[in-house]
């Protein structure tokens, strides 16, 4: 008689392959793919790895910043975290719920904020306010824009992206967001950043390569980090 | 007769009242202890009361013994001791798997400690509610906008369902009305600021054939109006399920029979208390819910006085159900008393939603006290239906007199103005300071 009961007779019932229909902006509009739980397997093992790089270990806290319509990339996230033993705590991504944000921070005595974007950060305070929040934070991977902010405001943020349908996260090398090459393909096409399965990932076989609303740079070569996989440099507007 | 392929758990969600009331003694006993051992909370709490969990052995015993606890106890708790779970959490900080918290609409969130594995603790407690909803293996689901009780792609996929991850918040529901078009689904949540945006959409947008497909529509973050329900289901042809909060232990949804919230009791120790006496409110009488978790090893409530205003029956309902079910009344301190007279926002929100420009019943009372001189309502209206803004300030104004007996300061805002002051993807704020 408990939630694990409601749970067990779930887990008694078919489930299908598919996960998520994700839906991420292209330069020609929506595109919608479909997300199987193998794939999704694989991108939390792969999200984990990088966590743990950055050094998030068992009995940290980490905030994650996101809306409920970003499962398929917080997803990952959160079970990557319960994989690697960090307690989540989770704001939403809009700007009005920035108390929400800085509650968290400033109780939590957290080692991650994950996902923190533009409208969030603009109402967290000025830059001082900032380093009072956040300047001790040990990983803060912020989104593009944000973590722009942040690095003019003196904290040495990373950065993480919902890039098309998979997450792009920057190492502790700063010069890049990295993309799982196993997965994912990216170019640059007229300065906007491109994406399509990679060969052999068995992801996805309808999406050829799609220009994605995000402008930036791709380098392919390994970075110092040790990684092969390619990263991503975004152009953003401060 | 109810087949039995209504139910997720059949035997739970049926079970014989004499059986769920032993479950709840024997969790309730095991919690005082539990609970004590644990938390530097209760132990302070109960301690200063002079119970102690050698002397909780029935239910009556807990009842009797065990005091009332609120928010503001926590709050001051975790004032003083600089502890962000208030002195409630029971386990190791490092065995909890996430931290959610409340709306945070009328101050800082208050956090709520989860352990889980497959799904969340307040998605999971849904499971029931969304089968009975309809929600079946290869179902779609839109995926609704907020985290702030975590992510609920986790309970749709637990049931086996496929979630649609498309933006859902505000100033998107075109593209949900798409998106429902193309892949069929058979859940939506919906909260109050989605209809307004919904309703107007329906103006130029066949919301009938675009939900067609939906078994089921949620609605929850405050009390759904009669003309918003109406709207939905005879206007979009949707069933909708209203639920609300039981408590903060968990969920109470609306079954098939929208006969009251169903309570899970196997989850939920729930009490109606009488707000004067503080003792068992008189049977079918409205008091106040007080909840205690029995299913919360992280951080339980225990007596929590919610503030929520209800009538709980433990009658059968037509559903078949055992558990308890509850009829929301409002919360305490909801009522505005102007010069003596009690003004509910029910009784505004009936005047409003009967004007064409207002229909959108998007309105907000300002108070700084609960005790005013006057009745100022600043109210929402849809410029596009909207010729003459004298007129609708006199018709408004004399239906809120008519239903409130009070006249009103009127404050006129187009609807829009008003809806950007949303601080919550659940909840249009009813009652603001300025």
Known sequence: MTRVDSLARARSLDRPDTAYVVRFAGRDGAVDIEQTWAELARDTAWTAARLRELGLAQGHRALLNGSGFEGPWLRPLMDALRELGVTYGIAEAMGWDANRTMVFARELDLHAVIGLPKPVLERLGDDEALRALLGVTPVVLARPDAAALL???????????????????????????????AEWSVGELDGAITIVPTVGSGRCAQLGETVLTVRGSVDGDPCPCGSADPRVTFDVDQ | MVSSERYLEPELETIAPADLREHQEKRVVELVGYAYERSAFYRELWDAHGVHPRDIRSLEDFQ???????????????????????????????????????????????????????????????????WEVGLRPGDRVISPPGTFRNLMDYGYQALGAVVVAVDTWLGNMEEVVEAARKYRPAYLQLAYPLVTELVHLSATHDLREAFSSLKGVSFAGQPLSRRMRQIM??????????????????????????????????????????????????????????????????????????SDLVRLSRDRCGCGRTHGRMWLAGRRGDETIVRGRPVTLRDIEQAVEAQPETLGGVFQVVRTQREVDAL??????????????????????????????????????????????VRSVAKFARVVSS
Not at chain 1, 152 to 179: D, N, Y
């Open chain 1, 151 to 181: 690095r003019l405001a003196g904290i040495p943020a990373g950065v993480i992206s919902f890039l098309g349908p998979t997450l792009a996260i920057e190492c502790r090398q700063k010069h890049g967001a990295h993309v799982n090459a």
């Open chain 2, 64 to 130: 009797e013994r065990i005091p009332f606890m609120d928010k503001a106890m926590v709050r001051d708790y975790r004032a003083r001791n600089r502890d962000p779970y208030g002195g409630m959490l029971c386990v190791a900080p490092e065995q909890v798997t996430s931290v959610s918290s409340t709306s945070g609409t009328t101050g800082d969130p208050e956090f709520f400690a989860e352990i889980w594995q497959d799904a969340p603790p307040l998605i999971t407690a849904q499971l029931r509610d969304l």
């Open chain 2, 233 to 306: 289901q005879e206007d979009w042809g949707v069933e909708v399920f209203e639920y609300t909060s039981a408590a903060d232990t968990g969920t109470a949804w609306e079954c098939r029979e929208h006969d009251g919230f169903h309570l899970w009791e196997d989850t939920v120790f729930a009490e109606c208390v009488d707000t004067e006496s503080l003792g068992p409110a008189a049977a079918g009488q409205t008091g106040e819910l007080v909840a205690t978790d029995l299913d919360n090893l992280a951080a339980p409530l225990i007596r929590y006085r919610s």
């Open chain 2, 376 to 421: 100022h309502v600043r109210v929402g209206y849809d410029p596009a239906v909207t010729d003459d803004l004298g007129a609708l300030d006199e018709r408004l104004r004399k239906a809120v007199h008519g239903a409130t007996g009070v006249e009103p300061v009127l404050e006129l805002r187009t609807e829009e103005d008003l809806m950007k002051t």
